[in-house]
């Protein structure tokens, strides 16, 4: 679709602005453009800047509120929607949103559907978010829940907007804005990282991965789970996750044979199929590139998969057998190469990551 005033403009490239198809737009750009748009706003006019390009048009305290508030507002509203999505995707048995839920504009709603989708997801690291957002996403709800009253200065019944308030003071908004908006750019942060944990699969209906580790922190070295310990343990976990015998059970036996958490209660616990032999020498710089063609797919498979959690930020430790299934589906004599001027790489992992060093 054409247009003499929607368009770029070659001579003025610099000035061009990606939308639609063009880059990787999505709420998240909005989010951006309407905090940074709000936030500009408000210090334009707190620095009392004046209009350049016109005489006629007043950029005053009285005019700037409008613009100022219903931006920040929706970029409240962006970011609700925004990570209701993004929360709602972390589990695979979180049932999906439905559409109709997440069209409305009303922020109290959003706000309230956000909370129960933190609570379905049972992780409690995204609790702590909810009282320090809640008293701001209250009050904007009480003066604009559906993003009317500082779009038009009547609604659709013609009744006069902002009656009850006289004044409204630019530099306390200033200042909430401002914390608002380093709250959620930190919240975006964690349930980003949160993305790539959940990714991985290690997690239950009632527990994280980041649970599931500190009870393999807690849980007694296998060979003493015939004592009394063990079942006071486990009736001390049972009622901080509120999990049933079987739940528990089933917990237990993800740490069992979880590469990273097995070895809280396994000592020395070597779970990568690889010979431990062929691993230490590898790592070692011992195998030249005919020695490593000569080893079996399956063992250049793994190696090959090592390599690549080296590459891979965060790394989780379930990233080996994701990798280990991806490289069953390639040529794997192509790799050698790739495979041989790694070792280092992979010594330090296994060391630092992995908490393998024991095989050395």
Not at 4 to 30: D, E, M, Q, R
Not at 312 to 323: C, H, K, L, Q, R
């Amino acid at each position: 679709m054409s247009s003499n005033i929607f368009k770029g403009n070659p001579k003025l490239w610099h000035l061009n602005a990606c939308v639609g198809n063009n880059g990787w737009t999505g709420i998240s750009t909005y989010l951006e453009g309407y905090q940074a748009a709000t936030i500009a706003m408000l210090e334009s006019i707190l620095h009392r800047t004046q209009l350049k390009s016109s005489d006629s048009i007043f950029w005053t305290y009285d005019t700037a509120i409008y613009p100022i508030i219903f931006t920040a507002r929706h970029s409240f509203e962006l970011f609700l929607k925004s990570e209701i999505s993004n929360i709602n995707l972390l589990k695979k048995n979180i049932p999906p949103i439905k559409n109709q839920l997440t069209i409305t504009h009303n922020i109290w709603k959003l706000w309230l559907f956000f909370k129960e989708q933190i609570s379905l997801l049972r992780d409690y690291r995204l609790n702590y978010i909810i009282p320090i957002l809640e008293n701001t996403i209250e009050e904007y709800n009480r003066i604009d829940p559906n993003g009317e009253v500082f779009r038009y200065p009547y609604s659709n019944q013609g009744n006069k907007h902002l009656e009850e308030h006289s004044v409204i003071n630019i530099y306390e908004i200033y200042e909430n804005y401002i914390k608002f908006t380093n709250d959620i750019n930190d919240f975006q942060l964690l349930t980003e990282y949160l993305y790539k944990e959940y990714e991985v699969g290690t997690y239950t209906d009632k527990l994280s991965r980041n649970d599931l580790e500190f009870i393999s922190k807690i849980l007694p070295l296998k060979v003493k789970w015939r004592e009394n310990q063990f079942i006071t343990i486990k009736n001390y976990i049972k009622n901080k996750y509120s999990l049933s015998n079987n739940e528990l059970s089933r917990a237990i036996k993800k740490i069992e044979n979880h590469y990273e958490f097995s070895l809280k209660i396994i000592k020395n616990n070597y779970l990568i199929n690889i010979n431990k032999n062929i691993l230490v020498d590898y790592c070692n710089g011992n195998f030249t590139f005919n020695n490593l063609k000569k080893l079996s797919a399956n063992d250049l498979v793994v190696l090959k998969s090592l390599v690549d959690c080296c590459y891979i930020f965060p790394f989780f430790s379930e990233w080996i057998d994701i990798f280990i299934n991806k490289n069953k589906q390639i040529n794997i004599m192509h790799e050698i190469n790739y495979i041989h001027k790694n070792y280092s790489k992979v010594k330090k992992l296994i060391i630092d990551q992995l908490n393998y060093g024991f095989i050395f």
